[in-house]
């Protein structure tokens, strides 16, 4: 039908919700040590406790999220039947769900099983159809019919009959934009909002919060599991006075574990540990924060050694570490080679390995490797 939202009349009606997207709920971290697997996938069902606790403190009705409650559309019986007894606790918050690309529709079972267990202060909108989550409130939701729906599953919300005045809050789960996560074309229309008069587009999908226009929201997910954004675990808060009005929308953090990527780049002389410092969160937090270290500039061979036992001293501090280094060239220097041997076979070969590592494109290659470790052996014997 179109829709004009200039001509909507402002009501006494207000509605206050959490936005929220991609639990992921039994995400398995595969490739981290078990203990840390363990920890991380505790923290995604305790964002379901977090996003209740925070609808009670400010307020808010209802709790809507975006698709990808569960990280797959087979999820473990005990990740099921456990979210929806962290739902169940708090009789007061309505959850709204829609399927999002990794739980979607095509995961018929899943979704059969959900609507078995769920409680009554979940609901479940699995068509495209308005549903009146409270009241002259109505959620236009675009459940996600597969993985990759190739199509904007929100057109249909243009179309939509809601008798009266009502507050219009579409619900779905895709891409906007390409924000260089995958090669996407636009899926979903950035003007959606406008187009079908929804006072409110709840978006999921992008794990970062994003605000592509005033009425137009990704919430983020609430617990990171990714270096990706580098950004704590957000959800939003909304609150909109009634129909037509623009909505007033807050961060909330909920997130407990941080995932932090950081660029370091160091040259030689410089205080490597007062560097790496510099950019570590404070003690309290390291040991739910998981850190990766992009490193480079150029060092010599010694400062080298240096910063390799500051990376080992600050590990243990840290739920995850990593550090790469491909773009932290050596810098060679024949006092360095001082420490290896003075003179005798030793010498020569070290003089001939740094001659074949300057001459190697590759600041990692195999004389460079063999130089460093020969330099560590010494350094340590010193």
């Known amino acids: 039908m179109g829709y004009n939202q200039d001509s909507v009349r402002y009501s006494n009606k207000m509605v206050r919700f959490i936005h929220t997207s991609d639990l992921h709920l039994g995400k398995r971290f595969g490739q981290l040590p078990e203990d840390l697997r363990g920890r991380l996938t505790e923290a ?5 406790v ?27 019986p005990s990740v099921l039947r456990q979210a929806m007894q962290a739902m169940a606790a708090n009789s007061n918050t309505k959850w709204v769900i829609i399927p999002g690309n990794h739980d979607s529709l095509a995961s018929d079972e899943l979704w059969k099983q959900v609507a078995h267990d769920r409680p009554e202060n979940v609901l479940l909108c699995l068509e495209s159809q308005p549903v009146e989550v409270a009241p002259a409130t109505f959620v236009l939701p675009a459940p996600c019919l597969n993985r990759n729906s190739g199509r904007d599953l929100t057109e249909w919300m243009s179309d939509a009959e809601i008798a009266g005045d009502a507050i219009r809050i579409g619900l779905a789960h895709g891409a906007v934009q390409s924000f260089g996560e995958e090669d996407i074309s636009e899926i979903i229309a950035p003007d959606r909002a406008r187009q079908s008069g929804l006072d409110y587009l709840a978006l999921g999908d992008w794990h970062g919060q994003v605000s592509i226009n005033e009425r137009t929201w990704y919430s983020g997910t609430p617990e990171p599991d990714r270096f990706k954004h580098s950004e704590p675990g957000r959800a939003l808060f909304v609150e909109i006075e ?20 950081k660029a ?17 969160p404070e003690i309290s937090l390291r040991r739910k924060t998981l850190i990766q270290i992009e490193v480079e500039g150029r060092l010599r061979i010694s400062d080298r050694l240096l910063l390799d036992k500051a990376v080992e001293r600050a590990t243990p501090d840290f739920a995850r570490f990593e550090i790469t280094s491909e773009a932290l060239a050596t810098a060679y ?13 030793l010498r020569q070969a070290a003089e001939t390995l740094m001659g074949e590592a300057e001459a190697d494109p590759d600041p ?16 340590e014997d010193a």
């Open 264 to 280: 370091l780049h160091i040259l030689s002389g410089e205080d490597v540990s007062r560097q790496l410092n510099d950019i570590f």
């Open 242 to 261: 009634g129909p037509g009005a623009m909505p007033r929308v807050r961060p909330l953090k909920t997130g407990s574990f941080n995932w932090q990527k």
């Open 333 to 345: 220097e024949i006092s360095d080679l001082d420490t290896i041997d003075q003179a005798g076979a």
């Open 364 to 379: 990692h290659g195999v004389s460079a490797s063999a130089l460093s470790l020969l330099y560590t052996f010494a350094a």
């Open 50 to 76: 977090t996003l209740a606790e925070l609808a009670h403190s400010e307020g808010a009705e209802l709790i809507l999220i975006a698709g990808d409650v569960f990280d797959t559309g087979t999820p473990a």
């Open 44 to 48: 995604r069902h305790q964002s379901i």
